[in-house]
């Protein structure tokens, strides 16, 4: 029998408005706006969107770890205030003390709780068995493998019984198969009722990963971010992913993040305000663009989105970034699942590289952040800005991810050939 909500009862969890600013009017930057969610116990939810669409952040609010700019958290029914105490949280990143034994580290949680020593070490010691590292208790976490050093962090989450669950990517930083069997483990813990967890919220740009795991898939769109719409997944567990039905499921999803294929200015982006940067750039990597773009050339123009993320095996969480680029730089555009490619986007496929390096620059040069550096580079005497100038300049639209767009925006400016980078001075300079 599958975990499943009882009919008509109350929510654990629901956040109603939620928003997330950063800076002050009216140079705010707003990670989260507008998030109304619900989650009920016996859930198992995944929230799945693009890269700074605030997916992390809306977990942090969830767990108390932030506290909302505007609307409001509630967990049973009462106004979260402060970090909730029926929540837990494991992230991609291990996050164990290397001093501490796999046992130890576990007891670090019960501990905090004022957990008397000899029932935390008992509580502790089945929690350790129950992840599967039984004989493994005395082991460091250096000479752990990394799937066994996140089932230390599973173990960890679960020894303070949370109601609620939050996952922050957890199988991210593992190797394909340790992932695989992290995740068999999770599901076949919850479908059996191993573990106390009411509910389970989790974290994922791996879109298979959602539709196998979650009984509903809530989508968010950036920019800012919230709440695109959700999908009931109704697959019976255990969930193969060469059905019909589940690869269905997954083109559905990926349809709905990649969303409609907008209009040019609207992929360009609008120049309001001082600066005008809104729309973030993807972070995708042009040099793996041109791979994409050919693959689907060969595929005479039309690419399945859930195929081309298989084919790139370990590094498929490329494909929504790289996919958003192709869109933004008008080689390509999303249609039910399917990558098309426009006329721009075969010739780059079959062009020669000083021909793509043209083609990226002249579109590289439409884009506001990258046009933006480039003018600035050319009104500057001599033709060299510190790359914290940029950021700086930028921390009022993007907030904390302001260096990283400034990164991105320096990788396609020097992939087209428009300006260059100096690691050492951190300088940007015009090329040639």
Known sequence: MEPAPAPGAAPLLALSGVAKAYGRAPRQFY????????????????LVGPSGCGKS???RLITGLVAPTGGEVRYRGERLAGVNPHATI??????????????????VA?????????????????????????????????????GMRQKVGFARAMAVEPELLCLDEPFSALDVLSAEAL??????LWLRRAMSTEAILMVTHNIEEAV???????????????????????????????????????????AAVTGRTATEPELIGTVPGALGITRRLPHARLEALAGLLEKVAAEEGRGDLPRLAQALGPHADELLPLVEAAERLGFARVEQGDLILLPAGHTYAEATIPVRKELISGRALRVPLVRWIYETLQRDDDQRVDRDYFVEALRGEFGDEAAAQVDTAVEW???????????????????G
């Open 31 to 46: 990670a989260l706006r507008g998030i109304d969610l619900e989650i009920a116990a016996g859930e198992f939810v995944c």
């Open 57 to 59: 952040t809306l977990l």
């Open 90 to 107: 494991v992230f991609q990143t291990f996050a164990l003390f290397p001093w501490l034994t796999v046992l130890e580290n576990v007891e």
């Open 110 to 146: 019960l501990k905090a709780r004022r957990v008397e020593p000899p029932e935390r070490h008992a509580r502790a010691e089945q929690l350790v068995e129950l992840v599967g590292l039984a004989g493994f208790e005395s082991a460091y976490p250096r000479e752990l493998s990394g």
């Open 183 to 188: 995740r068999g483990e999770l599901i076949e």
């Open 212 to 254: 196998e795991l979650a009984d509903r898939i809530v989508v968010m769109a950036k920019d800012p971010g919230r709440i695109l719409g959700e999908m009931h997944v109704g697959l019976r567990h255990p969930r193969n992913r060469k059905d019909v039905a589940f690869q269905a499921m997954v083109d559905r999803v990926y």
């Open 413 to 431: 400016g020097r992939y087209a050939e428009l300006f260059a980078y100096d690691k050492d001075s951190d300088q940007l300079s015009l090329e």
